[in-house]
């Protein structure tokens, strides 16, 4: 929110405190200041090398040559058409200026204004920002010549003393601008921009700020009830109750409706000041109403809007006006002010008439209704909509206004027929108008304003400093608080413009955050903590789990988070083909209110979501990458189910280019089974064994296996199927994906076994044997093992090779053998196991020792 700080000094005397102490005080309390634009007032001077504290913008104007001046006439230019030359006084001397201004070329030749035009002058030597030029760039005026005619001074445009960028026309000020006055002085300001947060939504207006800014000095906030109430008319107007009834359909959606009346207006613009104050908060003057209703949101916090009174009275005919408000119907069309036609859904609440729709609640107006040049009667509104319904409808129809700024945010039912008045009041001021007596105002749901009790113990338990009831409640008096001392205890109730504190536990907290914001969190003092530590306790799952990723790092992993929301389309690509039944069942945990539709559920495959990371990575030479996280399978009406799983995805170079790598292979099965061993290793779990598996449809057929420990199966893993890799924007290299159900792996017993030194040496021995083609490598070790016993005590297999000189069909598998007895082994001792292993494997899968 951008804050003028002319507009702040309306409701708090800032005498004595600089720009930069407002910043730095509101900051300290949770306004962030996060720059300051100054327009016209004294930039800060800091020493050298002293700390700027806050980003700065801007310039000051020169009070000896920047002032306030009239024009008394507008003469042509003898050699310039589109020139005019100006007879001006600065209330020293009359001087000549020379313009091409076109907001006033059309007085060229009228001779003596009747009214002198006050403007903002510049002599010569003043510094200004180049009204020609691109960005902000200062410059210093200085005589020259053009079209024969001496220039020296100018009469100066927004853009040239910093106030806007729009350069189209001089400032033409208001008539009671006083010549010859110093423009800092008449409407010199800055600019705070402060970051509104959602827990400070109630100071997102001006009264807001300058509350909190009184708490915080200590000073008088000039704000009375009085000033926010407006005298109807003292001729005898029919009353706007027997003008116009209101119908709610839904409280929840819609807390309250006011509507006001306000009949012969005259539509012209706002007085500059009112416009200037506008566009350095950012909004862009339309005319008086228009900009009545703005100026009060922005003053008040209260989104007001008005209608054409006239418009809504030939649409009802001879019968009352009736406001209804309503969800809209699926397929429903508004056109808002903007010229876009909206198609609407149910989630939407609409302001209507028996005609049909009006306007899009709590965001924006219909065109069909709007206030206009020929307007003579509005109707003013003032409501409270449900914050996350309002929310939802800006963010589904990309329209954020200011009113939903502040809707979304939450505004307090009880501001809206202050907002009413206060827009009435200023309608009266710069449109004339008479008033219709009273305000109808249907308020069906009005909530409950909590309270709270507080001790100072309270407040030194959980602050840290010692404060008396009496000081608690002097604190929360300044920010409106009604605060009554009984039994020492505070009883505190919540102001009528609060929304943001809760009740029990969460609202002594939230009152505790006051008082801490009030008496400043820069004063607290450092303390050690006054409560005993709890147990520390251990997580044992979460050790588990980080023990794991500390392992999938070590052997060259590199681990991912990815969304938990997806969609069932994006999971629908593990199938490998189209139309077939998904591995995942079609069952979601759907998101009540998703942020887009490609998160539209709670994901239940972790392999999906690291794929989706490797595909947009697929560039990179090499990807080998894991997360740890849950899934979510549907419970019926209950929580889901969050199984913990394990994914890995690799594709890409195995070695890393470089200039002793010519061409590295790539990624491939036994890439991923060796870590996987690897990572069982490091868990300490024993009797592993991999069984191929035919039997999941996005694994490659031939090249897929399931991981069992101590005969259970806890894992998965393979190439992703062609099919499936089609799917993914991968390049050439095969995709080698695993998962594993973390639960199972937890719930194994991690095996600790101590072996003693040898103390004779071991022997080794290699064997080569060939086999049917269908024997698996790891049947073959298992019968070694078997048949050597204890004296076998490791196995390797180092080579597998296959040719037609061993025959079709057939392979050889060559296996490192140790042997390691009590004893000292001759060759006689080992040839007697070999043989022993050799007949075995011969008579169990007809192997042959090879050579």
Not at 171 to 177: E, R
Not at 573 to 578: P, T
Not at 615 to 634: H, Q
Request: glycine share 8%; net charge negative; proline share 5%.
């Amino acid at each position: 929110m951008k804050l003028p700080l002319s507009w702040l000094k309306d409701f708090i005397d800032l005498d004595g405190l600089t720009v930069e102490d407002i910043a730095r005080k509101l900051t300290l309390s949770g306004l962030e200041v996060d720059e300051i634009l100054y327009t016209g007032l004294p930039m800060p001077v800091y020493a050298e090398g002293a700390k700027h504290e806050f980003k700065t913008n801007g310039f000051a104007w020169d009070k000896e040559k920047i002032v306030v001046a009239e024009i008394r006439e507008v003469k042509a230019h003898p050699n310039a058409d589109k020139l005019t030359l100006l007879d001006l006084f600065d209330g020293q001397q009359e001087q000549v200026v020379l313009t091409g201004a076109p907001n006033i070329f059309h007085l060229k030749g009228a001779g003596k204004l009747e009214k002198p035009i006050k403007v903002a002058y510049a002599k010569e030597g003043a510094t200004l920002y180049d009204g020609h030029a691109e960005g902000q760039q200062l410059m210093t005026l200085k005589r020259a010549k053009i079209r024969g005619i001496d220039s020296y001074s100018m009469v100066c445009s927004e853009k040239e003393l910093g106030i806007t960028d729009e350069s189209d026309g001089i400032i033409i000020l208001d008539d009671d601008a006083p010549v010859g006055m110093p423009l800092a002085d008449y409407m010199g300001d800055a600019v705070l921009d402060i970051s509104i947060l959602p827990n400070m939504a109630r100071n997102a207006n001006v009264i807001g700020i300058a509350r909190e800014l009184a708490a915080l000095t200590g000073r008088k906030l000039k704000v009375e009830s009085s000033k926010l109430q407006v005298q109807p008319s003292t001729l005898n107007l029919q009353p706007v109750t027997d003008l116009v009834e209101i119908e709610i359909t839904n409280p929840e959606l819609n807390p309250r409706f006011v509507v006001g009346l306000i009949r012969d207006v005259e539509i012209k613009p706002s007085p500059y000041q009112i416009q200037r104050r506008l566009k350095l908060a950012g909004v862009r003057p339309i005319n008086n109403i228009v900009d009545a209703t703005n100026y009060s949101m922005f003053e008040l916090g209260e989104p007001l809007h008005a209608f054409d009174y006239d418009v809504l009275k030939s649409r009802a005919g001879d019968k009352k006006i009736k406001i209804i408000t309503r969800a809209a119907k699926d397929g429903e069309k508004l056109t808002t002010l903007d010229g876009n036609e909206r198609t609407l859904t149910a989630m939407n609440v609409l302001v209507c008439d028996e005609k049909g729709s009006l306007s899009l609640a709590g965001v924006m107006g219909g065109s069909e209704s709007e206030v206009t040049a020929n307007t003579k009667n509005v109707l003013l509104e003032g409501a409270a909509w449900n914050f996350i319904n309002i929310r939802r409808t800006a963010k589904q129809h990309n329209l954020p206004s200011e009113a939903s700024f502040r809707f979304s945010r939450g505004v307090h039912p009880a501001m809206a027929d202050q907002g009413v008045q206060l827009g009435l009041k200023y309608m009266t001021q710069w449109a004339g108008g008479k008033i219709a007596a009273g305000l109808v105002d249907m308020y069906p749901l009005k909530p409950n304003d909590s309270v709270i009790e507080v001790t100072s113990k309270d407040v030194k338990r959980l602050l840290g400093i010692e404060l008396t009831l009496e000081q608690i409640a002097e604190f929360l008096a300044r920010v409106e608080f009604k605060c009554e001392i009984t039994n020492n205890k505070l009883q505190i109730t919540t102001p009528p413009y609060r929304m943001d504190i809760g009740e029990g536990v969460v609202g002594l907290a939230d009152i505790l955050e006051e008082v801490a914001r009030i008496y400043g969190y820069e004063n607290i003092p450092t303390t050690t903590m006054a409560d005993a530590l709890p147990p520390q306790k251990g997580n044992p799952v979460h050790e588990w789990e980080e023990h794991l990723r500390d392992l999938l790092v070590a052997i060259g992993l590199q681990e991912v988070v990815t969304y938990r929301m997806t969609s069932p389309e994006r999971e629908a690509r593990l199938n490998a083909q189209s139309g077939a039944q998904s591995p995942i069942e079609r069952s979601y945990v759907r998101i009540a209110n998703p942020i887009a539709p490609e998160r539209s559920v709670l994901r239940k495959s972790l392999i999906t979501s690291v794929l989706e990371v490797a595909e947009k990575n697929a560039k990179a030479e090499s990807i080998a990458m894991f997360e740890v996280g849950s899934v979510f399978e549907p419970n019926g009406n209950d929580l889901p189910f969050e199984p913990r799983k394990l994914a890995i995805v690799m594709t890409g170079a195995r070695l890393a280019s470089a200039w002793d790598v010519k061409d590295s292979p790539t990624y491939d099965f036994f890439d991923l089974k060796g870590r996987i061993e690897l990572a069982l290793s490091g868990l300490r779990l024993t009797d592993v064994s991999y069984t191929p598996v035919e039997s999941v449809p996005y694994l490659h057929p031939g090249k897929a296996a399931e991981v069992k420990v101590s005969g259970k199966v806890v894992g998965i893993f393979g190439e992703l199927h062609p099919l499936v890799k089609e799917k993914f924007e991968f390049g050439n290299s095969p995709v080698i994906v695993a998962e594993f159900d973390l639960e199972l792996m937890r719930a194994l017993t991690p095996t600790y076994g101590i072996k003693s030194v040898p103390e004779v040496p071991p022997m080794y021995e290699d064997i080569a044997i060939i086999v049917d083609d269908s024997v698996t490598a790891a049947v073959v070790e298992s019968f070694i093992r078997q048949t050597g016993g204890k004296t076998v005590t490791d196995v390797r297999l180092f080579d597998v090779y296959k040719d037609e000189k061993i025959g079709e069909g057939k392979k050889s598998l060559a296996y490192s053998l140790t042997y390691q007895a009590e004893k000292t082994m001759t060759d006689t001792d080992a040839a007697a196991i070999r043989n022993k292993i050799v007949k075995r494997l011969e008579r169990e899968v007809g192997a042959k020792l090879r050579g």
